[in-house]
């Protein structure tokens, strides 16, 4: 089975503050990327990884980064947190390549900014 | 643009009751089609997905979808509801090569 951890279910931070959100996967998949998800707007894709070391900007990067320095791992960093990235955070990962893929998805972080 | 629609944003169904939830796509080509769903507070689970073949697939948990290229849809069913199916329901499409795009959501309520 494809495991897709996330680092923490929820987290409670302040506004300025920095945050990691940490996603592993154990399926050896090239791709990982982060979604948001806020009611009514669905899953907004914020930034993908296609490789090590590469990232690529989704729909709405702006107040975000990603660092993705080893396969399994890849992390969603918000340098100074603000009250409208209060969200749920997921993490997903799919092998790479022009082929059929499917994502698989953590659990999601709930992210509360204050 | 590619888009994804969920047209019900909420439905409510009985217990033993049948369940249909729409999503269409607009797309030139066919893309590859997936079914999630998401318990309360919980990530997204894979139900089912449509590469090729077949037009009518069967997933997990008793759920079916059928594609329609003359209509763009790919609606999911399932002939008779359980009160754990309430939770939310994410169509999305993987055009090939490219990333996926979700749909809005549908929320599922289940009547007791």
């Known amino acids: 089975d494809v495991k897709v951890t996330q680092s923490s279910r929820y987290l409670v931070k302040r506004t300025g503050e920095k945050v990691f959100l940490e996603c592993v996967q154990d399926?050896?998949?090239?791709?990982m990327f982060w979604y948001r998800q806020d009611p009514g707007l669905g899953l907004r894709l914020i930034y993908f990884?296609?490789?090590?070391?590469?990232?690529e900007k989704g729909d709405i990067p702006e107040g975000y980064s990603v660092s993705r320095e080893k396969k399994e791992r890849f992390s969603l960093i918000l340098e100074s947190a603000s009250t409208n990235q209060t969200s749920m955070y997921l993490c997903a990962s799919s092998r790479g390549g022009r082929v059929r893929k499917t994502q698989y998805f953590g659990p999601g972080t709930r992210l509360l900014v204050l | 643009a590619q888009s994804v629609t969920q047209p019900d944003i909420h439905i409510t169904v009985s217990e033993g009751a049948s369940l249909e939830l729409r999503c269409n796509y607009s797309y030139g080509a066919t893309p590859y089609l997936f079914w999630y769903v998401q318990s309360p507070g919980q990530g997204l689970q894979l139900l089912l997905k449509?590469?090729?073949?077949?037009?009518l697939v069967q997933g997990i948990k008793g759920f079916e979808a059928e594609f329609k290229r003359s209509q763009s849809s790919f609606n999911l069913r399932k002939p008779s509801v359980h009160w754990s199916d309430a939770a939310e329901y994410f169509c999305a499409v993987d055009l090939y090569g490219q990333n996926f795009v979700f749909g809005p959501g549908t929320r599922l309520s289940v009547l007791p």
């Open positions: 990884s296609y490789d090590v070391k590469m990232k």
């Open positions: 399926m050896d998949h090239e791709n």
């Open positions: 449509y590469f090729s073949g077949d037009t």
